[in-house]
């Protein structure tokens, strides 16, 4: 195993750019990440705002007992969506975790020393 401090920084990039997150990752990262930055914000609140509200329309209609019917409706979509948003979330998170095993493995490092080096040259 080499020494992962002797890696320059052209090294690195070369792995790095040889493996650049796709437009999938990119767009779930951006939006719906914990480091997400205010302006990116919009998406991911208004996603909130129409999940909550699904849940409020089924909760009241089931207490109003409306027909199921009408239940069914809220409770499909909100389902649906809640599921959507899982699946590309995860889906998104696991791209990137295979992206980074096969620049570690370029660079043949251990995932501590990656997030060093990513560190020390990506900040």
Excluded: C
């Excluded at 690195?12 to 493996?19: E, K, L, P």
């Excluded at 991911?44 to 239940?71: E, R």
């Excluded at 990137?96 to 501590?112: M, P, S």
Aim: glycine share 4%.
């Amino acid at each position: 195993m080499n020494d992962f401090q002797e890696i320059t920084e052209r090294q690195f990039d070369s792995a790095y750019n040889a493996h650049l997150p796709k437009k999938w990752i990119s767009f779930a990262f951006k939006y719906f990440s914990k480091k997400t930055v205010d302006k990116n914000l919009t998406l991911g609140k208004n996603l909130s705002y129409v999940l909550i509200g699904l849940f409020f329309l089924g909760l009241f209609s089931t207490i109003l007992k409306l027909p199921h019917a009408i239940i069914g409706v809220f409770t499909i979509t909100l389902s649906i969506s809640l599921v959507g948003l899982v699946l590309y979330i995860l889906s998104a998170g696991t791209l990137n975790r295979i992206r980074i095993k096969k620049i570690r493995k370029i660079l043949d490092v251990t995932e501590a020393e990656y997030e060093y080096l990513v560190d020390k040259f990506k900040k």
